[in-house]
């Protein structure tokens, strides 16, 4: 099982910018999809960005082109940075990591993200 803690979420205006961070420990293996989701208040989770293997990208549509995910292996960290944010990018944003071959996801704790307008 790998732990995840977020940090870096807060209070921003909107247009303004903030980088998210997951630092990573326990078994961590190479060949996995590490990323992060987000959940509004009397919202489902949904998937903000991915990385999967170290190399490939996935971004929700309405994020694309303003966030961007990233990862440090010597760390064991993966960031997401966040420009332009919108008061709709208010949420609670969970780190997200899973072997590719595997089912089970680990969770973090999550961070808030609050967007005013």
């Known amino acids: 099982q790998v732990q995840l803690v977020e940090s870096g979420g807060g209070l921003v205006q909107a247009g303004g910018s903030l980088r998210l961070s997951c630092a990573a420990s326990g078994n961590i293996f190479s060949d996995n999809i590490m990323g992060w989701y987000r959940q509004a208040p009397g919202k489902q989770r949904e998937l903000v960005a991915t990385l999967t293997n170290g190399v490939w990208t996935n971004y929700a549509g309405s994020v694309k082109g303003r966030f961007a995910i990233s990862r440090d292996n010597a760390k064991n960290r993966v960031y997401l940075q966040m420009n332009s944010l919108k008061p709709e990018d208010t949420a609670v944003y969970y780190c997200?990591?899973?072997?590719?071959?595997?089912?089970?996801?680990?969770w973090g704790q999550g961070t808030q993200v609050t967007v005013s307008s």
């Open positions: 997200y990591s899973r072997r590719v071959s595997s089912t089970n996801p680990s």
